[in-house]
Nanobody, 117 residues
Framework: QVQLVESGGGLVQPGGSLRLSCTFS????????MSWYRQAPEKQRELVAQ??????KYTDDVKGRFTISRDVPKSMVFLQMNSLKPEDTAVYYC????????????WGQGIQVTVSS
């Protein structure tokens, strides 16, 4: 069973940076699509950044500020967040989807990111 554990969240001032990490275990990391989602209070969970093979996609709100990357030997995925804004405040979730049948999915427990002065 796939397990995802996020780390690196916290409180940061506007304009600051944070790097989220997600550690993957329980299957072959190389055959999973990895993504980051976030959910702000009273809002729906939304896709922030997605990595499928060498293709990276970002929601418009974070383009140019956030970067998703992965370390296959360490089975980890990262989200580098720069120029943070108060509206980036949310719980951030790591997400994994297997690229072959049965296309299992898994979620991390979520980690809080708060951008405030």
């Amino acid at each position: 069973q796939v397990q995802l554990v996020e780390s690196g969240g916290g409180l940061v001032q506007p304009g600051g940076s944070l790097r989220l990490s997600c550690t993957f275990s329980g299957d072959n990391f190389a055959i999973y699509e990895m993504s980051w989602y976030r959910q702000a209070p009273e809002k729906q969970r939304e896709l922030v950044a997605q990595g499928i093979g060498g293709i990276l996609k970002y929601t418009d709100d974070v383009k140019g500020r956030f970067t998703i990357s992965r370390d296959v030997p360490k089975s980890m995925v990262f989200l580098q967040m720069n120029s943070l804004k108060p509206e980036d405040t949310a719980v951030y979730y790591c997400y994994a989807r297997k690229l072959i049948a049965p296309y299992n999915v898994a979620w991390g427990q979520g980690i809080q990111v708060t951008v405030s002065s």
